[in-house]
Every structure is written in structure tokens, then in C-alpha cells.
């Protein structure tokens, strides 16, 4: 009897050691094997079938090296940069599995005064330094043959981007030369040589706009007539920038452009700032005529009304008005996120655009073309006139009447184009017959403003000791270098959407809020109009009064303001126990999802353990 407890004990401590080998041995052959589940809503790690056709059409090895600092330090920064490390070395494995042999990952340590440091600068990475004047490496570069693309600092701040950035680093070391984009406008985008007959009369010349400047870091950027009958050959994206007056040639040859293959980027503009002739006291200036691309658009299935702009009161804006006092401006707009694409690459990363006098895109895409709504308004808006717009903001704030429609402000065409032009070239009959439709699909995008582009309303000039520097006030000119640089680079790369984010919001919570806010206003109005109502029955009172009774309430008037005191005093208790309910609903909704976030998984957990147990004791017993 006595041996049953120590054959038992052997048993068990023999039974763990078995299942220790076979859990370490389980280990070491599953480590082999970089395949993973991807159980996310969003699919966040999981490879987009853009980057694996990118990777697919490999023919020479991609080699990536991936400088990490290693350290002891462990400070908070450097821990985090860590964990962030190692997402992307998990990134990277799954390019190199579905590259199939053609890309290879190098992961090297630069510390100071290393092989590694001296390679690191070599390939263009920079090490980052941390508050804690630690100098921290997070790079990488890829190269093939004799070509090579480094990004220098992996920033944790852009993890949704992450696959975009490498898939594009890909596509540029495979095709090095820079591709061609032109510049179609009316505007002096390019600037404006200066002319000394006129310097004498204290005019100067004007630098290139923004754009231009950062376009030319990436991509040789040529200008385009806008009386142009053909599009070169060698340009691969258009930007159409205020086409104010285009000819129907011109658009002709835009749209044999966009057949053949071509990308365009179109800003059009019912009401443009930037083509200014005459001076107001408010504004400063009567915008020119609008401009469009009607043939094109009406193709497509979509109108701009010139005579329109966008109004909205959760977007509008504060302007310099008469003598310098701030004015509303509903028509002058700064989306914020709530209006903004977060899913597509070419606005995933922008929070605020700015839109002056924006027009609305409508209607609907013909047979062949798909249309995905890149800046939109909130439903508080209205399409009003653009003249009454820049010339008072406050009278249409007073008129305003939301029209409970979300209007499209940017958006990205997709699919097989058909000729906006079927009789041919305009004017001519004896003309070789141009392209009917596109043989593959292609993208276009569509913004209904150009005022967006110009230094003025996105770039803001700071005073430092090295002179005048220009920052971003927005996202406006992101926004137009992300759809250039996509555009422009493997077809493939636009079908790699961003990176997901795990962020979890208490939408339910949010709804309740939202809910008890919107009953909240609508209690705050009725008191207003109450207090409107009851000002004016005051006032009506006091036109009754006799002679020498001007600062003596009737006992009428008396009746009337207590009745008023009384009204607001209990719409103020209701505010008051609403908000209570609503804090106590929310309290309990967040009280119930941490008590399940805690203690569901040990409860479970314990559970299991106490039915095995029950099991394991019921099935000795039957012994």
C-alpha cells in the first residue's frame, strides 16, 4: 500500500518531463515556420494582395537590412522601440515568405564605432536621439544591385503605414529612375522669373509654390500647357490644377491621357481665391470665375456646380473681417478627421484639411467605375451661393438650413474609363480616331478646390535664427504628395491600404453620449425660444405701461417673469438628472466591461480547472 503514493508521484513527475520535452520540442520545430493567424477585424497582419503581387513580380534578389539597436540601456523609449522592432522583423518575415527566395533580411546591430554603424551610414540610416540623449537606430534600407532606398527612422507613429512605406522602398529600388509628373494651370505654380523693368517699379519675381518644390525632391515635375493637344509620352501623373477656361482640345487630350494609362490628379474650383482681380473690404479679394472639367467629370458621371460652394457648421472657420474682428466664415472649411478617408493611403494619415470655398461633387459613377469618397462633409450642410459666401459669412449662418446631406469634397475614380470625346478630336473629322476606353482600370482623383494648394492657406512662415521657414499649418499639402507619390509608383501599391490600428473605442458609450448631448441641445433650444418668447410678452407688457410707471413691474409682468424663472428652474433640474443618468449608465457599461476584462479569463480559467478536477476525482473513484 505503502508504494502507491510514490509509484503516483513517479508517474506525475515522469509525466511532466514528457510533456516538458514535448512542448520545448514542439517549439523548436514550430520556430522554423514564420505562418500566422490573423484573427484581427481589420486584418492587420496580414499581407494586402498589393504587396504580394509586388513581391510576386520579383526577378532579382531585394536585399533589406534592418538596423536595430540592441543595448542594455532600458529606459521606457528604448523598450518600446523594441517591442516596435519587433513587429517589424515579424513584418519582414512575412515579405520574405511570400517573395518566395527573392528578398533577404539582414538584421545588424550598430553600436558605436562598429562595422555596423559605418554600414548604417553608409546605407542612409540615421539613429534617433531620445530624451534621455541616448542615440537609438530604427532603420532600414533596401537595396538591389547598384540601386538603394533607405528609410532612415521607422517611426512608431506611422505603423499604419508600415506596409505602404516598405512595399513602396520595393517598387523604387526595382524601378530607380524618377518618373514624370506634369503640372497643368493657369496659375504661376512654377513662379514668376523677375523682371528687372519691373523690379524698379518694387515688383519682384515669385518662388515656385510649395508643391513644386517638395514634388521636385521625389519626382522630375515638367509643366504642361494648358493649351495642350496631346499629353507627352513620358509623364505618368497629371495634376490638373484650376483649369480656368480649358478648351475642349485640352481636355480632349486629358482624356486620351487617362485611356492610355496616365494617373490624373484634378483640383477644380468653384469659387478660387488664388485667381483674385478685384479688392473688397472683407475678403480682400472677388475670386475669378470657377473652373472645371465638365466633359471629363460628366463622363464619369459626376457635375460641379460653379455657382455652389459647401457650407458647414461643424467645419466652419474664423476670418479677418472689417477692421480686423473675427468673422464666421461656414463656407471656409477645416475638415477634421470625422471627414476624412482613414482607409485610403492617400488620406489614412491626415486630420485636418483645409477648404476654402469648396464645391460639391454629385452624382453617381457610370457602368465600369467604382468611387470612393476621399473628404466628405457632415450632414450639417448646405450648398449656398459663392459670391453671398465670401461676402458674408453671418447672413448665411442666419439663413442656414442643413440639408441633412453628407456632399463629397475629394474623391478617387476607379476602373475602366470610357472617352468623354466618341466623335474623336474636337474640330476635326479627318482625324485618326483616338482610344474609346481604357484597356485596364485606372485611377483618378478629384478634389473640388485648388485653393487647397496654395502657399497661403496651407504653409505658414516662422521667424528663426537661420531666416524664414515654412511649416505646415495642415495636412493639405500631405495629402497631395501622398496621392502623387501613389499614383505615381507601382500600380500595385494602391491597392495596399494602411496599416489597421488596434484601437478599440467604447462605441457604445459614444452612442449614449452622443444620445444624451443631442437631447441636451434640443432642451437648451426650447429654453432659448421659452426665454425669446417670454422677452417678448415682456416687452408687448411694457408698451401697455401708463405714464411714470417705467420702472414698476405690473403684476402681470411680475406673473409672466415668474412663470419664466419657474420654467427655466425645472428645465435645469431635467438637465441635471439627465446628466446623472448618464453618468451613472456609463459608470456601470464601463464598470461591466472591466469586470469582464478582469475577471472573465480567470474565472474561465478556474472553472476548467475545477471540472477537470471533478472529472479526474470521478473517474479515480470508479476505479
Not at 139 to 156: C, E, R, W
Not at 485 to 508: C, H, K, M, W, Y
Not at 535 to 557: A, N, V, Y
Request: proline share 5%.
Amino acid at each position: 500500500m505503502k508504494s502507491k503514493p510514490l509509484e503516483t508521484l513517479l508517474y506525475s513527475a515522469v509525466g511532466v518531463a514528457a510533456m516538458a520535452i514535448i512542448v520545448i520540442a514542439g517549439n523548436i520545430v514550430t520556430s522554423a515556420f514564420k505562418q500566422r493567424i490573423d484573427l484581427t477585424k481589420e486584418q492587420a497582419y496580414t499581407l494586402s494582395p498589393g504587396t504580394r503581387a509586388i513581391l510576386k513580380k520579383l526577378d532579382t534578389t531585394v536585399k533589406v537590412r534592418l538596423y536595430v539597436t540592441q543595448g542594455d540601456a532600458s529606459s521606457p523609449e528604448t523598450v518600446f522601440l523594441r517591442g516596435y522592432a519587433r513587429k517589424i522583423e515579424d513584418l519582414l518575415a512575412e515579405y520574405r515568405q511570400a517573395a518566395n527566395g527573392k528578398l533577404v533580411v539582414e538584421k545588424l546591430d550598430p553600436q558605436p564605432d562598429s562595422d555596423a554603424e559605418d554600414s548604417a551610414r553608409l546605407d542612409g540610416v540615421e539613429g534617433e536621439m531620445l530624451q534621455n540623449g541616448e542615440k537609438f537606430y530604427l532603420g532600414l534600407s533596401v537595396s538591389i544591385i547598384d540601386s538603394k532606398q533607405a528609410i532612415p527612422f521607422l517611426a512608431p507613429n506611422r505603423e499604419r503605414q508600415l506596409e505602404y512605406d516598405l512595399s513602396r522602398a520595393i517598387t523604387r529600388v526595382v524601378s530607380p529612375d524618377k518618373p514624370v509628373v506634369g503640372i497643368m494651370s493657369p496659375m504661376p505654380v512654377f513662379g514668376t522669373p523677375s523682371n528687372p523693368m519691373m523690379a524698379r517699379m518694387g515688383q519682384q519675381g515669385s518662388q515656385p509654390w510649395a508643391l513644386v518644390t517638395e514634388l521636385k525632391n521625389d519626382f522630375s515635375v515638367k509643366s504642361v500647357p494648358m493649351d495642350s493637344e496631346k499629353i507627352d509620352d513620358d509623364v505618368k501623373v497629371l495634376i490638373v490644377i484650376h483649369p480656368r477656361d480649358i478648351k475642349d482640345n485640352a481636355q480632349y487630350a486629358i482624356d486620351q491621357f487617362v485611356l492610355r494609362g496616365g494617373k490624373l490628379i484634378a483640383y477644380l474650383d468653384p469659387l478660387p481665391l488664388i485667381d483674385s482681380k478685384e479688392q473688397n473690404q472683407m475678403f480682400g479679394s472677388i475670386p475669378n470665375s470657377g473652373s472645371n472639367l465638365e466633359k471629363l467629370m460628366k463622363s464619369w458621371g459626376f457635375a460641379l456646380d460653379t455657382s455652389k460652394v459647401v457650407a458647414d457648421l461643424n467645419y466652419k472657420m474664423q476670418l479677418g473681417g472689417r477692421n480686423g474682428q473675427p468673422q464666421e466664415a461656414p463656407a471656409f472649411l477645416s475638415v477634421t478627421a470625422d471627414g476624412i478617408n482613414g482607409d485610403d493611403i492617400v488620406t489614412s494619415q491626415i486630420d485636418n484639411i483645409w477648404l476654402p470655398f469648396a464645391g460639391a461633387i454629385t452624382g453617381t459613377p457610370v457602368a465600369g467605375l467604382t468611387m470612393t469618397p476621399l473628404i466628405k462633409s457632415t450632414k450639417q450642410s448646405q450648398l449656398v451661393d459663392g459670391f453671398m459666401a465670401n461676402l458674408s459669412g453671418e447672413n448665411v449662418i442666419k439663413e442656414f438650413k442643413p440639408s441633412l446631406t453628407e456632399y463629397i469634397l475629394g474623391m478617387r475614380l476607379k476602373g475602366k474609363f470610357k472617352t468623354a470625346f466618341p466623335g474623336g478630336k474636337p474640330g476635326e473629322t479627318n482625324a485618326p480616331a483616338g482610344l474609346k476606353e481604357s484597356a485596364q482600370e485606372n485611377n483618378v482623383i478629384v478634389f473640388a478646390d485648388a485653393d487647397m494648394l496654395f502657399d497661403n492657406f496651407a504653409m505658414r512662415q516662422v521667424q528663426s535664427p537661420f531666416g524664414n521657414m515654412a511649416m505646415a499649418m495642415n495636412g493639405n499639402l500631405n495629402m497631395a504628395q501622398n496621392a502623387v507619390e501613389q499614383l505615381a509608383g507601382d500600380n500595385n501599391l494602391i491597392g495596399v491600404r494602411s496599416r489597421a490600428v488596434q484601437n478599440r473605442p467604447f462605441t457604445v458609450v459614444k452612442k449614449m453620449q452622443a444620445e444624451a448631448e443631442s437631447n441636451y441641445r434640443s432642451k437648451i433650444k426650447d429654453m432659448e425660444e421659452s426665454l425669446a418668447e417670454t422677452q417678448r410678452q415682456l416687452s408687448e407688457l411694457q408698451q401697455k405701461k401708463e405714464k411714470g410707471q417705467r420702472f414698476i413691474l405690473s403684476p402681470e409682468q411680475q406673473a409672466a417673469l415668474e412663470t419664466f424663472r419657474k420654467k427655466e428652474s425645472d428645465v435645469k433640474i431635467k438637465l441635471k438628472e439627465e446628466r446623472k443618468q448618464l453618468r451613472h449608465d456609463i459608470d456601470a457599461l464601463e464598470t461591466r466591461l472591466k469586470w469582464f476584462n478582469i475577471a472573465a479569463m480567470p474565472l474561465l480559467v478556474s472553472l476548467s480547472g475545477i471540472g477537470l478536477a471533478m472529472f479526474k476525482r470521478k473517474k479515480t473513484a470508479a476505479r
